[in-house]
Every structure is written in structure tokens, then in C-alpha cells.
């Protein structure tokens, strides 16, 4: 097992309707096309979709300039989970990440030339909320397995947001680390900002969503973007829903590329999180005690 730093959050975390971006993003996680990138040939999701109410994003300012980071979703009142990816080389000594939930990215809502952003401007623009708390899976050493985080806020989300709802029961074999979808191909849908075009580098300035077929693998999910969709650099940390009996189930938080493959138009792979319900359940139960005791700046699990 990795040894973990603690470290003190010194900056203000939000969150974000959001991808992340080229600058932050690990060099395994899609093709590294552009500054901003999401969803590729995805529609756009309106302010009623319920899939948007519980996708969520990170925003970064390092020196004074902001950047699209990566994305997350709403599991509980004041909790988000996303990618360890996403924060494990976070240093809050010489960055703020944030959280939003508007459905601006920060590259056009907030980016200017030169950009000096102050954080009370960013405040000002988008719907945020702190984030007091981070722990990212102990036992994450760079590839999928168990690469997720979870981010605790300093308050709860607003009533008009929804928390993404896990597999039942029945569909989970945690013994056999297995699911009951195990083998079986089904849509799942994607959401995520930015690029809409890997070849131009085209971004979008609202969120999107696309739906393309993906296999289910134990603890990962494997989707198939040889269609001309899917996600793309910057959706890392993201979800993946799959609708039973006509209601939506969180099964996949966004990795990268699927073994080899490096475009966004080859196959991308998701860890499931049905699969680690035990950890998350102790993380947040852990985060929600480290807040009350310690207050807005206690000591943050990075990796």
C-alpha cells in the first residue's frame, strides 16, 4: 500500500459542472487534444435533466488563472465523488480547487487575457460550494484500481440537485467482487464539458451528455466510443449511468483509456463503485468526523 501524506487544505474547494483540463490531466487519461475537453459529438443536457442535477465538477486556479480540473457526482448531502486521480498530486500550498454548479465551464465564463481571476470573482460567477475535506483511496497507484476520491463540502447541496443512487442490492456480489452484469453489454450515459471535437479541438460552454454501449467487467466498466461519441480528456472522475427498469445507476467514475488505446474514439474504461461501497460508506463517515471535530481546515487525505 501507497503511503498517504496529510496535508491541510489552505484553499477553498467547489465544485463544478465541469471536465478537466489538458494542463491537469494525468498523461493516461484520453487523448490530450486540447486545453478543455468532454463530451465528443454528446447533446446538450437541459436544466431539467436529472443526470445533469447530479454531475458535478472541479475547478483548479493556479497563480491567479483558472482551469477546468475534472469531474465528480453528488453521493450524499455533502459529499462528491471523483477520480484519485483528480487529487492526488494536489498541493493546496500553491493551488485553490474549486467546486460549481452552474453550467458555465471556467475556460469561457471566467478565462480572460491576462486572466487574474480573484476568488471571490469566481464566486460571484458560478453557484459554489466549499469543499472542506478530500480522501482519495489508499491502495490507488496510478492505473484503475480503486481510483476514486471522495470530496466532502463545507455545506449541504442545494434541494434543486440530486444525489446519484447506487446499484440495488441484488446486483452486487461483493464477495465475489463480481456484479450480476458481469458479461453483459448495456448503454450507459456520459456527461461531462468541453471538447466536442478531438481532430479541431472544439469545446462546448454547456454541459453534455452521450450514450454508447459498454461491457461490464467486475470492478470496471469498459464502453465502446467507436461510434464517433463518448468521453474524452477532461471527463476523469466523471459518471456513467445505466438505466434499470427505467431509473438511472451510478455504475462508473471516468479513468482514462481502456489498456492501450489512446483516442477518444477507441474504447475508455470506468471503474465501477458498486464495487467499493464499504470503502466509501468509511471514507465519508471518516470525513463527516474529521470535519466536525476539526473544523473547516483539517487535515486532508492526499495520496
Not at 114 to 125: G, M, S
Not at 131 to 158: E, Q, S
Not at 255 to 260: E, I, M, T
Amino acid at each position: 500500500m501507497k503511503p498517504v501524506l496529510q496535508l491541510t487544505v489552505l484553499a477553498c474547494v467547489f465544485v463544478s459542472i465541469v471536465s478537466c483540463s489538458k494542463k491537469n490531466a494525468r498523461p493516461d487519461s484520453f487523448v490530450q487534444a486540447t486545453d478543455s475537453s468532454s463530451i465528443i459529438n454528446g447533446e446538450i443536457v437541459l436544466a431539467d435533466n436529472e443526470l445533469g442535477h447530479s454531475t458535478v465538477g472541479l475547478l483548479v486556479q493556479i497563480k491567479n488563472t483558472w482551469y477546468q480540473y475534472c469531474t465528480g457526482t453528488i453521493i450524499a448531502k455533502n459529499m462528491i465523488l471523483t477520480a484519485a486521480h483528480c487529487v492526488a498530486h494536489t498541493d493546496p500550498e500553491r493551488s485553490n480547487v474549486v467546486i460549481n454548479f452552474s453550467l458555465n465551464t471556467v475556460d469561457n465564463a471566467v478565462q480572460g487575457d491576462p486572466v487574474q481571476k480573484h476568488i471571490e470573482d469566481v464566486r460571484a460567477t458560478f453557484d459554489t460550494i466549499d469543499v472542506v475535506g478530500i480522501t482519495a483511496h489508499p491502495d490507488y497507484k496510478g492505473g484503475v484500481d480503486y481510483d476514486m476520491a471522495i470530496l466532502r463540502l463545507k455545506i449541504d447541496i442545494p434541494s434543486t440537485r440530486k444525489i446519484a443512487e447506487f446499484l440495488p442490492q441484488n446486483y452486487i456480489d461483493a464477495v465475489g467482487n463480481k456484479l450480476t452484469l458481469d458479461g453483459e453489454i448495456k448503454d450507459v450515459t456520459l456527461l461531462g464539458f468541453g471538447l466536442i471535437d478531438e481532430n479541431t479541438g472544439e469545446s462546448s460552454s454547456v454541459l453534455r451528455k452521450t450514450i454508447v454501449p459498454a461491457r461490464f467487467e467486475g470492478a470496471v466498466v469498459v464502453t465502446d466510443q467507436t461510434h464517433g461519441t463518448g468521453a474524452c480528456n477532461g471527463d476523469s472522475g466523471g459518471p456513467a449511468f445505466v438505466k434499470i427498469d427505467d431509473k438511472n445507476y451510478l455504475v462508473g467514475v471516468t479513468h482514462g483509456p481502456y489498456l492501450d488505446y489512446k483516442t477518444c474514439h477507441e474504447y475508455g474504461v470506468y471503474l465501477n463503485p458498486n464495487l467499493y461501497l464499504d470503502f466509501i460508506d468509511k471514507t465519508m463517515k471518516k470525513l463527516d468526523a474529521m470535519v466536525i471535530q476539526g473544523g473547516q481546515n483539517f487535515p486532508a487525505v492526499f495520496l
